[in-house]
Structure formats: C-alpha cells, structure tokens
C-alpha cells in the first residue's frame, strides 16, 4: 500500500467533475467538497466529545472540541478563497447547479442538529433521500451537545430544571432562567469549578466560530450574487441573515450581562 492507495487519491481527485468548460467551476466545486470533508470530521468529533460529557470525562471533551475549532478557523478561511470568484464568473456557470443548493448539505443538518440547532421542518429537504432522512430522524430525536452538558451540571449538583433534562429532544431548546443561574455560579467561581468553566468556555468558542463561518458565508454570497434567490430556490442572503441571530447555547451568552 502507497500513499495514494492509503488515501484513495484515485477515487479522490476524479471527483470533480464540472459540468461546463468555465474556469472558474472546478474553484467552486472543490470548496464545497472540501466543505463537506471538514463537517465530516467536525461531526466526528462532536459525537465523540458528547459520549465523553455522558462519561463525566471531561479532558478527552475538551480535546476534541479545541480540534472542531481549529477545522472551524479552517473553514472560515475557505470562503475567502471562493470571494476571489467574481460575479461574472459564476454566472457563467451558475444555470449548470440546477436545483443544487448547499441548503441541501445533509451534513450541515447533521452538525446543526448536534449542536442543538433543532427544527423538524428541515427533514422535508431530504425527502428525496430516505436514508438520509431517516438518519436526521434519530439525530433530531437525540440530546444535543448542549443537552448533555446540562445533564453533566445536574449530575455535579446543580439545579437544573426537570424539563431541560427530559424532555423531546425534537423541539427547539427553550432558554431557562435556573439554567442561566447555574452556569453563572461557575462563571463567579471558577476555582471550584474550573472544569466546567472551561466546558462553558469551549461550548461558546464553538458558537462564535460557527457564527463567523455563518457571517463569512453569507458575506460572500452577497458579494457574488446579491440578492438574488439561491440555487434550489433558497432565499440566498436573507436566509443566510436569519440564520446570525439563532442561538445554541442561549445562557452561556446571556449570563455575561449578568456578571
């Protein structure tokens, strides 16, 4: 076995098949591409730093949500590589998605739904994919990683209200003045609960970073398109815009008006 064998180079690189002569389009294509291998790994990790929370392994956590931050800054970064795509140079290739849109990223649903970011109607954009679907289907009925974090502090004692630890994970997490309360208690105690200061810390690290990619892309959609409607029939930008003022982890934000 070589390096290429190791790799699947082959099966890799003959993967970007673009669909008209442009330039510009193998550019596009292996941003996303690239996209969707970084959110492969995020999701990885995610899972792995909610099956260490579960454990009250708190160390190995904190590992693997410092490495979704690094990808996060990676992915960041791509869009500054896809901005050097003026708008000319998409529209000459832009009729050739057809009705693709990175609004159908099953893998963005996934990390969405990890991270708390919950609603049932985005099941429908994967109806053409069963298995898919049903795949969200579960995660979308599973405990977020804010939910097992939650769970951790209820174990560690504090005051966690009963219908912010069992609940139907397939709603919308609800903002809790209690929960709010506890985490402002290790954030004004940090040396007796430096573990879960650094958890909360790590949590919001990995909301801000997902903002920033949030912002950037849609920065960058505005710059190439405009207003004009996605591909797929996604609103473009003002969907994008929508997304900046959703909220994972709600208490870890607002108890520093608190403080």
């Known amino acids: 076995m070589d390096y290429g064998d190791y790799l699947q180079l082959e099966t890799l690189l003959s993967a970007q098949t673009a669909a008209t002569e442009e330039h510009d389009e193998l550019l596009f294509i292996v941003i996303h591409q690239a996209t969707e291998l970084w959110l492969k790994l995020s999701i990885h990790e995610i899972r792995s730093a ?30 500054e590589i896809l901005a050097t795509m003026t708008p ?3 529209a000459n290739f832009r009729e050739s998605l057809g009705a693709s849109s990175g609004f159908q990223s099953f893998q963005y649903r996934q990390l969405e739904f990890l991270l708390g970011a919950k609603d049932a109607r985005m099941l429908d954009v994967h109806d053409a994919a069963p298995a898919r679907r049903a795949e969200l289907e ?23 209200p009963a219908d912010h ?11 809790s003045a209690a929960v709010e309360a506890a985490w402002l208690e290790i954030y004004r105690r940090t040396e007796a609960y430096w573990d879960l200061y650094e958890l909360g810390e790590k949590l ?6 997902l903002q920033q990619w949030r912002f950037t892309h849609m920065k960058t959609v505005e710059r190439i398109i405009g207003f004009k409607r996605g591909t797929g029939g996604s609103e473009g930008v003002s969907y994008l815009v929508k997304a900046l003022d959703r909220k994972l982890f709600p208490e870890l934000l607002t108890l520093r008006t608190a403080m």
Do not use: C, N
Not at 139 to 144: A, E, F, K, R, V
């Open 138 to 160: 579960v995660l979308l009925g599973t405990p977020s990683l804010y939910d097992e974090a939650l769970r951790l502090l209820a174990r560690r004692g504090f005051d966690i």
């Open 50 to 79: 909610a099956e260490r929370i579960r454990a009250d392994d708190l160390r190995s956590a904190f590992k693997t949500l410092s490495r979704v931050a690094r990808i996060q800054a990676h992915m960041i970064q791509a869009w």
């Open 165 to 175: 630890l069992e609940r139907d994970w397939r709603e919308p997490y609800v903002p």
């Open 88 to 90: 000319f140079d998409y």
């Open 204 to 209: 919001v690290d990995l909301e801000y970073r």
